[in-house]
C-alpha cells in the first residue's frame, strides 16, 4: 500500500509543473500590463493562461499539452504578438515603438524563429518577386545585375522543404496555407476543400487556418453554396467533434455576412442533432437562442458602467430599452451614433432607454468617448476578448437589439434608421 501512495503522490506531482512555459522579455512600460496567453479551436481563441510578471519578464506556465498557433494579449498597449507551440518552451522578447506599440519580436526558440523566417520568406514572395521579375526584363542575360536578380529570383521561387522535417505542424502549416490565401482559391475547386477539411490531420483546429479557408470555400462554392455545404457536412461527419467544429463556425460566417435563410437552415440541423454536440457547437447553438426574436436576452452585470447606479440591464426599467453594442474605434457606429443622440430626448419622453456595451479594449478610450453621450454606458475593456461575443452572438459593431419592459428581445435592426423607424419616431 505504501508503495502505491509513494507512486500516486509521485503521478499528483508531475502534474503540478507545467507542460511548458512561454517566457516573454518584454519593456518597463508593460510591467503593469495584463497579459494573457490564448489557443485556437478554430476561430475561436481560448484562453490558457494569464502572465506572471516580474523582473521584466511575463511568463506563462502551461499546465496541458498544445500544438499549433498562440497569441499573446497585452492589454495595456492594444497589442498581441502570434506564435508556435510544439508543446515545447518558447522564448521572445519584444519592442515597442513611441507610441507603445509593439514594434519588433525577437523570437529565441528554435520553433518561432524558423516560422519568423517562413513569415519573411513569404512577405518577400508576395512583394519582391513579382517586382524582380519584372526588372530583370529590362536587363540583358550577359550583365552581371541581370545575373544577380536571376540569383534572387531563384532563391525566392524555391523553398527548402526539409527544414519542416522535424516540425510537423509547421510542415502542416506550410503545406495547407493555400487554402486561407485568397489569392490563391482560383486553383482550387469546391471538392479539393472538401477533400482537404474531411483528411486533414489533427492540426486543422490549432492551425488558425479553418476560418479563412471556410470563407474560401464558400467563395469558389458561389453558384451552388448549399449544395457544397450539404458535400461538405457529410463528408465530415457530424457526430464527430471536427465535424461539428465546421457546422459552428459556418453558422457563424453565415450570421456575420448576414445570410441569415443559410444560418437558421444549418442552426436547425445544429438543434436537431441526436449525438453529443462538443462545446465549441453548443455555444453557438447557445449564443443564437439567447438572442433569436421572443428569448429573453441574458442579464448583463455592470462592471464600469456610467451615467447610472443600476448594477445591471435588468435593473433598468422602461417600456423598451435599445441596448447597442459598439466601440470607440469603429467608424460606422461613428456615423450612426450620433443620430441616436439626436433622438435621444425624444426617446426618453417614451420611456425609452438606450442601454450600450463598448468593445473597447482602454477602458480610458471608452470612457471619453461614452461621456459624450447621455445614456447608460459599460465596457469590460477587453475589446473582442469581451464576455459580449460568446453570449450575445456579437459578430460586428455597431449591433442592435430592442427589448420589451420584460427584457424579451423583440427586434434586432441592422442599422440606427431601422431601430428609429421600428420605434416610430422621426
Not at 499573446?72 to 498597449?77: G, I, L, M, T, V
Not at 519580436?105 to 518577400?124: G, R, T
Not at 531563384?154 to 522535424?166: F, G, R, V
Request: glycine letters at 4%.
Amino acid at each position: 500500500m505504501k508503495k502505491l501512495l509513494l507512486a500516486s503522490s509521485f503521478i499528483l506531482s508531475t502534474y503540478s509543473f507545467a507542460q511548458f512555459n512561454v517566457k516573454v522579455d518584454i519593456p518597463t512600460y508593460l510591467v503593469d500590463s495584463e497579459v494573457y496567453l490564448y489557443g485556437f479551436n478554430g476561430s475561436k481563441e481560448i484562453l490558457y493562461s494569464k502572465a506572471k510578471i516580474s523582473n521584466n519578464v511575463a511568463l506563462f506556465k502551461l499546465d496541458k499539452q498544445y500544438v499549433g498557433m498562440m497569441r499573446a494579449f497585452f492589454k495595456k498597449s492594444n497589442s498581441s504578438v502570434n506564435m508556435v507551440s510544439e508543446n515545447k518552451d518558447v522564448n521572445l522578447k519584444i519592442e515597442l515603438d513611441s507610441k507603445n506599440k509593439i514594434s519588433n519580436v525577437v523570437f529565441q526558440d528554435p520553433v518561432n524563429q524558423l516560422f519568423s523566417s517562413e513569415v519573411e520568406f513569404q512577405k518577400k514572395q508576395e512583394l519582391i518577386l513579382p517586382a524582380l521579375i519584372q526588372i530583370k526584363d529590362y536587363y540583358r542575360p550577359s550583365e552581371s545585375f541581370y545575373k544577380s536578380l536571376e540569383t534572387e529570383i531563384n532563391a525566392l521561387s524555391n523553398k527548402d522543404q526539409t527544414a519542416y522535417e522535424n516540425h510537423p505542424f509547421l510542415e502542416y502549416f506550410n503545406k495547407n496555407q493555400k487554402y486561407s490565401n485568397q489569392e490563391k482559391i482560383a486553383e482550387l475547386k469546391a471538392e479539393d476543400f472538401i477533400n482537404f477539411y474531411s483528411k486533414s490531420g489533427e492540426y486543422l483546429e490549432t492551425s488558425s487556418i479553418l476560418k479563412p479557408s471556410l470563407i474560401n470555400f464558400l467563395n469558389v462554392s458561389k453558384t451552388n453554396v448549399e449544395g457544397n455545404v450539404d458535400k461538405l457536412l457529410e463528408a465530415v461527419n457530424l457526430e464527430t467533434p471536427r465535424g461539428q467544429t465546421i457546422l459552428s463556425e459556418l453558422i457563424e460566417i453565415f450570421n456575420t455576412y448576414g445570410m441569415d435563410k443559410l444560418k437558421d437552415k444549418y442552426l436547425t440541423e445544429a438543434n436537431n442533432l441526436k449525438c453529443t454536440i462538443n462545446d465549441r457547437l453548443a455555444s453557438t447553438i447557445k449564443a443564437n437562442k439567447n438572442t433569436e426574436i421572443g428569448a429573453k436576452m441574458p442579464n448583463i452585470n455592470f462592471v464600469n458602467a456610467i451615467h447610472t447606479k443600476a448594477k445591471s440591464l435588468y435593473d433598468i426599467k422602461a417600456s423598451k430599452k435599445i441596448v447597442v453594442f459598439w466601440s470607440s474605434t469603429c467608424s460606422h457606429c461613428e456615423a450612426e451614433l450620433p443620430k441616436l443622440l439626436e433622438k435621444y430626448d425624444n426617446l426618453k419622453s417614451q420611456n425609452i432607454e438606450i442601454v450600450g456595451f463598448s468593445l473597447d479594449n482602454s477602458l480610458e478610450d471608452f470612457k471619453a468617448k461614452a461621456n459624450l453621450y447621455p445614456w447608460i454606458n459599460d465596457s469590460e475593456g477587453k475589446g473582442w476578448y469581451s464576455s459580449y461575443g460568446d453570449i450575445y452572438n456579437i459578430v460586428a459593431t455597431p449591433t442592435y437589439f430592442i427589448l420589451g419592459s420584460d427584457n424579451k428581445i423583440i427586434s434586432k435592426p441592422n442599422h440606427v434608421a431601422d431601430v428609429l423607424d421600428y420605434l416610430k419616431v422621426n
